[in-house]
């Protein structure tokens, strides 16, 4: 469906909002899956099979039956430091205990998030120093490096390269081993996006140095379960 020169003015201008994180609010993480799909945690915070050392041990993985290839969101806005997409394949279970193909995200106040196993020659659409906005996809789920399986490797880190520190998540709470989650990590839940309930309900909204931001509810639903990331923008309520 061909996209009016109106509705893409509009968001990009909800697109430079959703890559901004708050100014002195604590970062909040979701799940960084597709929203409205449940994964399996199979293995959580100290994990017996690797996630019980310092750098390692409030980390989680997640998978599902099917996750290779699947989509990984960025879990919260912020801007790309760190990318590694050398390793084609796994190095279980002889080779080094190693994150494979990887991203690092800095989200601006002290917090850092890294994605891990991920897909050979999936991280093309980000680089270092890119901006990503939250739910937007980052990589494609894979089993690279230290990996018996297609999973997600994720977690919270104080600095780029390390260690994890406690988290937890603001649509799945705090993942424990064997528990199935659902994620609701997309457009919709970015810091900032307006909640626009009405069908072609219009809305201006102002944040930090951008003081001329509009969300448009074009298609006349609710947005709550419709927003999802176009290229490098939001629509909302598409």
Known sequence: MALSA???RISIFVFLLAIT?????????????NSGVSWQCT???????????????????FSRSGADGDPVRAAAPGTVVLKEDSYTGSTYPDGPV????????????????????????????????KQVGQGE????????GYASGPHIHFQ??????????PASF????????????????NACTAPGVPNLTQPNEWQS????????????????????TTCFWLDDWIAVGY
Request: charged content about 10%; overall charge neutral; aromatic content about 14%.
């Open 170 to 185: 603001q649509d799945i709470g705090l993942p424990v081993t064997g528990g199935w989650y659902t994620s609701q990590n």
């Open 98 to 129: 190693v994150f494979g193909n990887y991203i690092v995200i800095n989200h601006g106040d002290g917090t850092y998030t890294r994605y891990a196993h991920l897909k050979y020659g999936s991280l093309g659409g980000v680089w270092v120093g």
């Open 137 to 144: 996809q980052i990589a494609e789920c894979g089993m690279t």
């Open 205 to 224: 909204f102002s944040l930090g140095s951008n003081p001329n931001l509009h969300a448009d509810n074009t298609s006349g639903t609710t947005p709550q």
């Open 43 to 61: 293995q959580g915070n100290n994990g017996s099979f690797s996630h019980n050392t310092g750098n390692l041990r409030y980390a989680w993985d």
């Open 156 to 165: 919270v880190q104080n600095s780029s390269t390390g260690p994890s520190v």
């Open 6 to 8: 109106r509705y893409m």
């Open 21 to 33: 994180p708050l100014p002195g609010r604590a970062t909040i993480f979701y799940a960084p899956w």
